[in-house]
């Protein structure tokens, strides 16, 4: 009887067949990964060249990634080609534009040069205020532009699909780009400077054209500001008198003379933005924060930052707070022998310290008596204009040219800041410098904001990360000491200070943490920006402000609600804020020594210090 062939078994040696004649070329269909691998100095080598190659651009661009500026205008340009609903709205807008200026145009042509305005200029847009601005052509000039700026915003917004990010990016670049055009700008089509011209028989455009050569000269030698010579750290700024008790790599701590006869039991130390000078709350005499807390019976301590260079590229956020709030509160308890301090936070100063006292609190410490914040953030949704430059690409782009560098150039930083207020910063200054031949005078505040200071590359690009980008503070994923904290661990009185027209602080993403600590809140909104709002001494004209405490565990109120239910005062918020920390401290007694040797805290020089003076 015939065997019938195994089927299974045919099949087997089928595919073991093609398997031996595949075999000689099984590596090229399956490769071993790991034999195949690159050398670390390739994968390095790429990566360093990539880096070195954004870095290099990244200097011709004042640090915007054009990735991420293609990526927002190109998002808008997609959605509006798909929308012709908004394109024929657009069209009816710009017809409806054109026949406002033809008839003003018709109206100035009737009364011989003047015509009531078609379009009025935002509140804080000052550059038409000159009456020859009511006069034809100019009138004609600064109408037809105005519209246009107009129209322009129509376009750039509310566009539907475009991500709010991107509509945020394209709508500041497409103003950006428009104020460069402004007929304020030009000479010849500025009626305040041709006015000033033909009085002055063009000596203002002589003038304006040495300030000019001198910023220029000044700026290619790094050389200071003009005016900045009459002002003197520890002479006429910084010239409140006092100790320095303490200094590490990053900070040296001044502990100020009393100038009472007694003083409370609890010291105020007071944590300042690093990325400016410290001294802005010690300016001079007449608006000094710490002359008047020292007026008030307080026993008060200064950081004093390091202005960091290449060699401190390494120090991260961790070494802030650690170097720089730890160790102050630690000295301040040790050489006044109090159990608590009155812990004070500015701008990114504040951010730190509500960091740092959230991970004492984690951690069950008890050292500090309050929390006061002027113009800090701890969520960072709502964080202004700033977050225009803070997306996943800029942030990539800033880090390879910090890493370059080592550091953040204070004149890349202080270019970000002038574009926020390029109207009032750039443009409207470079017409009063430079056309009508005027050098606005230099005063303290103005010599403070010259006197810049460098950010680490690991500490910025930490902060731009966790913070800015991904909001981890406020959202319970920042880890302080491998333990993620957030602002809920807070667990003291805190004092909250918001100004009004604040640029880099938004008075309302600072009223957030009314809602985001856990703990009673005293909120105050303060006439002024971001500087100017918190040097509001006693007896500075034209200050006002509004002031509500929020309970803890007290129900949801919105900004807006707040700013309608708070009271409003007049005068100095300074005040307010004395008041509030006298409520909050034991009985004056004996004043402590200034350091103490025994502890580790010997004078080692008088205030200012050295740090501050590093440039």
Not at 348 to 355: D, F, H, R
Not at 391 to 402: H, P, R
Not at 474 to 493: H, M
Request: net charge negative.
């Amino acid at each position: 009887m015939p065997v019938k062939p195994d089927k299974s078994k045919s099949a087997s040696r089928k595919q073991d067949s093609n398997k031996s004649l595949l075999e000689p070329f099984q590596l090229d269909i399956e490769p071993d990964l790991e034999a195949v691998e690159d050398s670390y100095s390739v994968t390095a080598f790429a990566e360093l060249m990539d880096r070195a190659t954004r870095a290099t651009i990244a200097r011709t661009t004042m640090g915007i990634s054009p990735a991420a500026l293609w990526s927002a205008y190109m998002d808008w340009a997609l959605h509006l080609a798909m929308s012709p609903g908004k394109q024929g709205r657009l069209v009816e807008k710009a017809w409806t534009k054109w026949q406002r200026l033809l008839r003003f145009s018709a109206g100035v042509c009737a009364t011989h040069g003047d015509g009531e305005r078609c379009i009025e200029p935002l509140p804080q847009d000052h550059r038409f205020d000159h009456p020859g601005w009511e006069k034809f052509p100019f009138n004609l000039y600064s109408q037809s532009f105005l519209l246009g700026q107009q129209w322009w915003y129509n376009a750039m917004t509310d566009v539907r699909g475009v991500t709010a990010h991107h509509e945020k990016v394209v709508d500041f670049t497409t103003r950006q780009i428009l104020d460069f055009f402004s007929p304020s700008n030009f000479f010849w089509t500025n009626p305040e400077v041709i006015e000033r011209t033909v009085k002055e028989a063009g000596m203002n455009l002589i003038q304006g054209a040495q300030h000019f050569t001198e910023d220029l000269d000044r700026q290619s030698r790094h050389l200071p500001p003009a005016g900045l010579e009459d002002f003197e750290v520890g002479g006429n700024l910084a010239n409140t008198p006092g100790k320095v008790v303490y200094r590490n790599r990053l900070i040296e701590l001044i502990q100020y003379t009393p100038t009472t006869d007694k003083v409370r039991p609890e010291p105020v130390v007071i944590v300042p933005a690093w990325i400016m000078k410290y001294y802005i709350l010690d300016l001079s005499e007449q608006n000094s924060l710490v002359r008047y807390l020292l007026s008030e019976g307080y026993t008060v301590f200064m950081i004093s930052w390091k202005n960091p260079g290449r060699e401190d590229r390494d120090l991260g956020m961790e070494d802030y707070r650690k170097l720089g709030v730890k160790a102050a509160l630690d000295a301040a308890l040790a050489i006044t022998g109090a159990d608590k301090a009155h812990m004070a936070g500015y701008c990114l100063g504040g951010t730190l310290l509500s960091i740092a006292v959230a991970g004492m609190m984690h951690n069950g410490g008890h050292h500090v008596a309050s929390l006061s914040l002027f113009a800090a953030q701890t969520d960072f949704t709502e964080a202004g204009e700033l977050t225009l430059f803070i997306d996943e690409s800029e942030v990539s782009f800033l880090e390879d040219m910090m890493w370059e560098q080592g550091f953040l150039d204070t004149n890349q930083m202080s270019g970000a800041f002038q574009l926020l207020r390029s109207n009032d910063l750039i443009w409207s200054k470079g017409v009063r410098e430079y056309l009508l031949g005027e050098r606005a005078p230099m005063f303290d505040l103005m010599a403070w904001n010259a006197d810049g200071t460098r950010m680490p590359y690991k500490m910025h690009s930490q902060y731009l990360t966790e913070l800015f980008l991904h909001n981890d503070f406020a959202e319970g994923r920042y880890e302080v000491d491998g333990q993620p904290v957030s602002v809920e661990d807070i667990q003291v009185p805190i004092f909250a200070v918001g100004t009004e027209h604040d640029h880099v602080a938004p008075w309302r993403s600072v009223y957030k943490i009314v809602h985001l600590a856990d703990s009673e809140v005293t909120f105050v909104l303060t006439a002024g920006g971001h500087n100017a709002g918190i040097v509001s001494e006693p007896g500075h004209k034209h200050r006002h402000y509004r002031i509500m405490t929020t309970p803890e565990h007290d129900g949801y109120i919105d900004a807006g609600t707040w700013k309608e239910r708070a009271n409003l005062c007049e005068g100095s918020w300074w005040e307010a804020w004395s008041d509030w920390l006298n409520h909050r401290s034991g009985k004056p007694g004996d004043l402590p020594p200034m350091g103490n040797e025994d502890k580790g805290y010997g004078v080692l020089g008088d205030a200012p210090g050295t740090y501050v003076r590093i440039s």
